[in-house]
């Protein structure tokens, strides 16, 4: 099956697309890893999206990039990619994410990526053109990077009361402050580290469909340090319903907490970044504010606001994937 070729313009238009996509991920996104810091008032909102942003960009000089392999060919045959299936996807994920954003619902940039890139896979190329066993991965981090950082949060938890077991209340805050701020960092880090390499993935696969990559595929320089700038940019810019919703809505935080459930996400993200695992950064980040209340105790989570995020989790894919193969469709016409 050929791919299109298209004008240079037309090129540089839907690089344009992905890096928007980008710095609506950062915006979306941004919540992720700055809720916690800002609901315990650690950090102002204002220095808190610009912290984020500092270490959402220093990940360009930290991680590999299999995750962007992974979204590259690893989720759709990269072969039967072209500029209609990119932008297809593109739109698909950008239409869910201004959606769950408006609503103030903290789903999945990552997943609705995927389901763009599945919805306007199939349509191209049908059940072949999809890559199984990149697909299962990422749908199985649905239900594992929240479930598994919940119980690891609630593991630091337990595990840090018992240090600290006889400290004085003073100074058990003291301490917390100080390592909340570090752990915020790190899943900033992680975040940046994840999420952005989705959007370089994209654009790889992109300039693959079009001859201008020299060799075996990979990621120019370049396409990294944008899609890094991008969503660097993107969370400078905030998310504030998001940061409500995930920093005060699911459960009150103290810095203790603050900092089980930031390095609990940490954990998951450095993991999954390092096996080239596309998780969800909302996901995971929810799983362990939920995990840091619930081992307080079950009535300090709200239940009812983390079943309806979780409805939203699960119909992020399908709904996604559905733009993204109108949209793809609707470029067949033209």
């Given at each position: ?7 240079l ?7 344009a ?6 710095f ?22 204002v220095?808190?999206v610009?912290?984020?942003?500092f ?10 990039l ?16 072209d ?15 201004l ?31 999809i890559m ?8 199985s ?6 479930m ?8 630091l938890?337990?595990m ?5 077991m006889?400290?004085?209340a003073?100074?058990a ?10 752990s915020s ?9 994840n ?5 370089m993935?994209?654009?790889t ?7 201008m990559?020299q060799?075996e595929?990979h ?8 899609c890094y700038v ?6 400078l810019?905030?998310g504030?319903?998001?940061?409500e919703?995930m920093?005060?809505r ?5 810095h203790?907490q603050?900092?089980?459930a930031s ?8 993991a999954?970044?390092a ?19 619930a081992a307080?105790r079950?009535?300090a989570?709200?239940?009812?606001v983390?079943?309806?995020?979780v409805?939203a989790?699960?119909v ?19």
């Amino acid at each position: 099956m050929t791919t299109t070729q298209i004008a240079l313009p037309w090129l540089i238009a839907l690089i344009a697309l992905a890096l928007a996509f980008d710095f609506l991920n950062g915006l979306h996104d941004a919540a992720n890893s700055i809720a916690t810091v800002v609901s315990t008032r650690l950090l102002s909102p204002v220095h808190a999206v610009v912290f984020a942003a500092f270490f959402n960009f220093a990940a360009y000089w930290v991680f590999g990039l299999k995750v962007a392999e992974t979204v590259g060919k690893g989720i759709i045959d990269k072969d039967i990619v072209d500029p209609q299936v990119i932008f297809g996807a593109l739109v698909g994920a950008m239409f869910w994410n201004l959606v769950t954003w408006w609503r103030g619902i903290p789903s999945s940039s990552s997943h609705a990526l995927i389901g763009g890139l599945i919805g306007a896979g199939l349509l191209r190329a049908g059940l072949d053109g999809i890559m199984w066993p990149g697909v299962i991965k990422t749908a199985s981090a649905i239900v594992l990077s929240p479930m598994m950082g919940l119980f690891l949060s609630m593991f630091l938890i337990l595990m840090t009361s018992w240090l600290f077991m006889r400290a004085t209340a003073k100074s058990a805050e003291g301490i917390f402050r100080k390592v909340h701020l570090l752990s915020s960092a790190a899943y900033s880090l992680g975040h940046g580290a994840n999420d952005a390499q989705k959007t370089m993935g994209i654009i790889t696969v992109l300039l693959y469909s079009q001859g201008m990559l020299q060799g075996e595929f990979h990621v120019p320089g370049w396409v990294v340090l944008s899609c890094y700038v991008a969503i660097s940019l993107g969370t400078l810019s905030g998310g504030w319903k998001i940061i409500e919703t995930m920093g005060t809505r699911i459960t009150k935080l103290s810095h203790h907490q603050g900092f089980c459930a930031s390095a609990g996400g940490s954990v998951m993200l450095f993991a999954a970044t390092a096996f080239g695992i596309p998780v969800s950064t909302t996901h995971t980040i929810t799983g362990c504010v939920v995990g840091v209340g619930a081992a307080r105790r079950a009535s300090a989570v709200r239940w009812s606001v983390a079943g309806n995020i979780v409805v939203a989790w699960l119909v992020t894919i399908p709904a996604s994937a559905a733009v993204g193969a109108l949209f793809y469709w609707l470029t067949t016409l033209i």
